[in-house]
């Protein structure tokens, strides 16, 4: 099983937050020039991809939840899900194998076997 994540851009309230959450996630880092508007992180590791964050303005009523897959390498998807979970992540749900989780700001992205 080959590790990938897909480019996109998530909309939240602070960039900085969400994105060091994914850059710690990843294991990838922030660049230099981020801000609490907006932020960049890539991780090559993970076939190269790159997430952008954007700030909305509040309230947050338009705010679309990004979905993507969050591969494990090797497989150990218990481990992964227990790894992401102590970076920040919260359980949202599962079946038939998928388990969606939510970033510090309620994004929900899925680990699957």
């Not at 992964?80 to 749900?93: I, N």
Request: proline share 7%.
């Amino acid at each position: 099983m080959n590790p990938y994540v897909k480019s996109l851009t998530i909309d939240c309230q602070d960039a900085l937050v969400v994105g060091r959450f994914w850059a710690a996630a990843l294991g990838g880092e922030l660049e230099e020039d981020s801000t609490s508007a907006k932020a960049f992180v890539e991780a090559p590791g993970w076939g190269g991809p790159n997430l952008w964050f954007q700030r909305v303005p509040e309230p947050k009523q338009g705010k679309l939840r990004m979905h993507f897959d969050l591969r494990a390498p090797g497989g150990d998807i218990p481990a992964e899900v227990e790894r992401l979970k102590g970076l920040g992540a919260t359980f949202a749900w599962e079946a038939d194998g998928l388990i969606v989780l939510r970033d510090p700001e309620g994004n929900e992205f899925c680990v699957e076997e």
